[in-house]
């Protein structure tokens, strides 16, 4: 056929001409990067501020003044929505898709640079309108992550004036941020890769990144309806949500509404939410312990076709958030059950995992300890979770400081480890500098161990029958007084824990000014962003001609070759052997 | 090649091999595969909508009013009933009708006919939109609010003109982006590189916009 792709075809490239050009209104996917991942590493540290505030309040009750009842709602409220959607899906999305989509599957940009620009201006909008909450009268929403109607818009929870109204509109331009970014996303993966890069060639990062935004994609238009329904319940009266209500003796006048209908909505975008966050973690870690153990990524086919079905099943179990809700016992039946089929994927990850590092010539380098640390801490929230998809399990232990344990095990600790792992990976080649090694390894160890003091007793506490949500405890008979010292302990971990990630700021900060020069492939990686010509790449990425592909990215230790790599643009014919090991023989097709 | 002939799954290996084969997965311009993904993310949008209007319609504590009823016309001297969304709903859909013809005279490059087409289906969007005007005007003068309905369920007002009101925004953007596009077209900005995928692209839109109202129909006038 005589079609040529487009991506061969020349067109303009939108060269930045002046400095606001260059760095403000960016359209280079580079620069957009990491504009995304400073503004969500910002709000991030907001939130972890937040939670800090909370451990203080539930460690130490009646010793802080200024963190009242509806304080603590208003923390809890927005320490999750932020860690979630501000930062986990921005981050991983707009910091890493954007960098490293055209990167690795050697594009010289996204397919539309104007509208991912756009993209991250509509996320800042959304991040200000979020800000702007705390300084409204009534202060931001306490309605709870997720904003379970009605109380979530009735007097009485703080926020419920302008605070929530913020917040659902925060959202709408997230979302539409985001699908200006995802749809960049999808195309560009379909339809830009370079010469020789087949689907089945790329590294699992972009499969990781590309089949989360497919999942936003689908799943951001229930959050984007709930939140349209809701603001209209709360400013011109509709019953979508309210049942009749009566409030100190006041009809309300809502009448018939179903928050139920809410429940389902958000948990349609709820659970595809967690694997839009978990799968480009996913993605992003395989390719660090493939690099940093020097072995192949093990069954890398299994490991694709791994992260195309947990998210098709995400779909299609999100009811498992609403056990406690009330549902037919049939529906609880088919929901737990396909909760536990996601752990057969979800496991075979885990053991390829391990099975990358079986035998390898591992290299403990700070990404290597953060993506080892993400095993540990996956397997354990992962494990939790099998407790949790089980209805009968779920009961008891629903609303305790058990599922605060498994998702912050899960979906809070296990990505950050990724995104930190992922940070230090890539930092050289983002900025042309080297990180401090023993900063990374104290920020390393001090996360690892410290979150693990925060957790691991939280497991304990859901047993108990401790109850999350709460302000404070107050004289509880069934909750003994060694549950309230374990609360001071695991608050004393969760600031030192907060305060360690300092070391991190401090590094970047430091590295960035006055750290060593690094080199263009400091790990020895094989895949494509490694092979630029510059460092850090230039507009355009590839200099005048686009780098072609030979093979798949995980061509470590092979035998016979001089280097213990193979990049995968170096032509078969030029890959250097040592004496007497033969012609070279590309193993990646045996995978195939 | 020789070798995937002669193995019986060999057509279907071949299909998988096409699309994920290098560059590109779909042979069509970045901007149609771009609009295609988005109307399958609206499309989702719509479905979420849908679906809540009929659990609100199911959950609804109060009788939900007869369409025959509530959508009918008095012309005179007969009452009508559904006969301004008959007439909306035939000429939306004459309006794809029109736009398909833009999107034929795209691929002969003729630039007038392109915009007479384009201006057309513009214009039958915009009298669609004004009739729904026109039928939101009728209903709220008889007292159906968004929060309020004297024929039955408050919720008929609410998911009524919320939904009506989503789509109806999608056809008035859906005019405006027409009309850019169709001047544009007439002053020739597409020649300079012999391009006029854009054409298509809006007429997917259109399309797409037509659909969603067919079912918006089926379920709010016919149900």
Not at chain 1, 273 to 296: M, Q
Not at chain 1, 297 to 319: D, H, P, T
Not at chain 1, 345 to 353: D, E, F, H, L, R
């Amino acid at each position: 056929m005589a079609y040529i792709p487009i991506a061969d075809q020349p067109s303009e490239l939108h060269d930045p001409h002046s400095f606001i050009t260059k760095y403000v209104w960016s359209q280079d996917h580079k620069v957009i990067a990491i504009q995304y991942a400073c503004t969500a590493i910002f709000v991030g540290l907001i939130a972890l501020v937040l939670s800090g505030m909370m451990r203080l309040q539930l460690g130490y009750p009646d010793t802080f003044s200024f963190i009242d009842p509806s304080n603590y709602y208003q923390f809890v409220t927005m320490h999750g929505m932020i860690m979630v959607i501000y930062l986990l899906t921005a981050l991983f999305l707009g910091g890493f898709g954007n960098y490293l989509i055209p990167l690795q599957i050697g594009a010289r940009d996204m397919v539309f640079p104007y509208l991912n620009m756009l993209s991250y201006w509509f996320y800042l909008l959304s991040v200000l309108i979020l800000l702007a909450s705390f300084f409204v009268v009534g202060g931001p929403t306490g309605a709870g992550w997720t904003l379970y109607p009605p109380q979530a818009i009735l007097r009485g929870t703080p926020g419920a004036d302008m605070g929530i109204v913020l917040m659902l509109v925060s959202l709408a331009v997230f979302i539409v941020a985001f699908t200006m970014g995802g749809l960049n996303y999808v195309t560009t993966v379909l339809q830009a890769r370079t010469h020789g890069m087949t689907l089945m060639r790329m590294p699992l990062s972009v499969w990781g990144i590309f089949v989360a935004t497919i999942l936003g994609l689908f799943a951001f238009p229930a959050l984007f309806v709930s939140a349209v329904m809701m603001a209209f319940d709360k400013l011109i009266g509709t019953s979508f949500f309210m049942p009749a209500i009566q409030s100190l003796g006041q009809d309300l006048g809502y009448a018939g509404g179903s928050p139920i209908l809410f429940q389902h909505l958000f948990w349609f975008f709820g659970h595809p939410e967690v694997y839009i966050v978990a799968l480009p973690a996913f993605g992003l870690v395989s390719d660090v312990l493939s690099t940093h153990a020097r072995k192949n990524i093990f069954g890398y086919r299994m490991m694709v076709w791994a992260i195309v079905i947990i998210g098709a099943l995400s779909f299609i179990v999100w009811a498992h958030h609403m056990y406690v809700s009330g549902m037919n016992p049939y529906f609880g039946f088919f929901f737990a059950f396909t909760t536990l089929i996601i752990a057969v994927p979800t496991a075979i990850k885990v053991y390829n995992w391990v099975l990358t590092l079986w035998q390898g010539n591992i290299r403990l380098t700070v990404p290597m300890l953060f993506a080892m640390g993400f095993i540990f801490t996956f397997i354990h929230g992962g494990l939790t979770g099998i407790f949790l998809g089980n209805v009968t399990v779920d009961l008891p232990l629903s609303d305790t400081y058990f599922v605060v344990a498994h998702f912050h095990m899960v979906m809070g600790v296990s990505p950050i480890m990724v995104l930190f792992a992922a940070i230090y990976h890539w930092f050289p080649k983002i900025s042309g500098k080297m990180f401090n090694v023993t900063l990374g390894k104290i920020h390393f160890w001090a996360t690892f161990l410290g979150t693990y003091a925060i957790y691991l007793p939280m497991h304990y506490l859901g047993f108990l029958g401790v109850p999350r949500r709460y302000y404070a405890l107050g004289n509880t008979d069934f909750i003994p007084d060694s549950a309230m010292a374990l609360n001071a302990n695991i608050t004393q971990a969760a600031i030192f824990v907060g305060i360690m990630q300092l070391v991190f700021i401090i590094n970047i900060i430091w590295s960035l000014k006055s750290g060593p020069k690094a080199e263009s492939n400091p790990w020895d990686a094989t895949s494509l962003e490694w092979q630029t010509p510059d460092t850090p790449p230039v507009h355009g990425n590839w200099g005048p001609k686009l780098p072609v592909v030979y093979r798949w990215a995980y061509e470590y230790a092979v035998p016979g070759v001089k280097d213990d790599f193979v990049p995968q643009s170096v032509p078969p014919e030029e890959v250097e052997m040592e004496e007497g090991a033969g012609k070279y023989v590309d193993r990646s097709e045996e995978h195939h | 090649m020789s070798e995937q002939t002669m193995n019986p799954s060999g057509h279907l290996h071949t299909v998988a091999q096409d699309w994920a084969d290098e560059k590109q997965a779909f042979h069509v311009p970045w901007g149609k595969l771009m609009m295609w993904i988005f109307l399958i993310s609206d499309t989702f949008i719509f479905s979420c909508f849908l679906i809540g209007y009929m659990n609100v319609r199911m959950s609804a504590t109060e009788p939900w009013p007869y369409a025959s009823e509530v959508f009918a016309l008095t012309l005179f001297g007969n009452n009508i009933p559904l006969i301004l969304i008959a007439i909306m709903t035939f000429i939306l859909i004459t309006s794809s009708g029109t736009m398909a013809l833009a999107v034929r005279y795209a691929h002969f490059r003729d630039r007038k006919k392109i915009a007479l087409f384009m201006f057309i289906t513009a214009a039958f969007g915009a009298s669609f939109v004004g009739m729904q005007a026109f039928e939101w005007t009728k209903l709220i003068s008889e007292g159906v609010r968004p929060w309020a309905n004297p024929f039955g369920a408050p919720q008929f007002g609410s998911i009524f003109f919320m939904v009506t009101g989503f789509h109806g925004l999608h056809v008035s953007i859906g005019v405006i982006y027409l009309s850019i596009v169709a001047s544009k077209v007439l002053k020739g900005d597409y020649d300079k590189k012999n391009n006029y995928d854009i054409v298509e692209i809006t007429g997917l839109y259109w399309h797409f916009v037509d659909l969603v109202w067919v079912f918006i129909f089926a379920f709010f006038y016919l149900w």
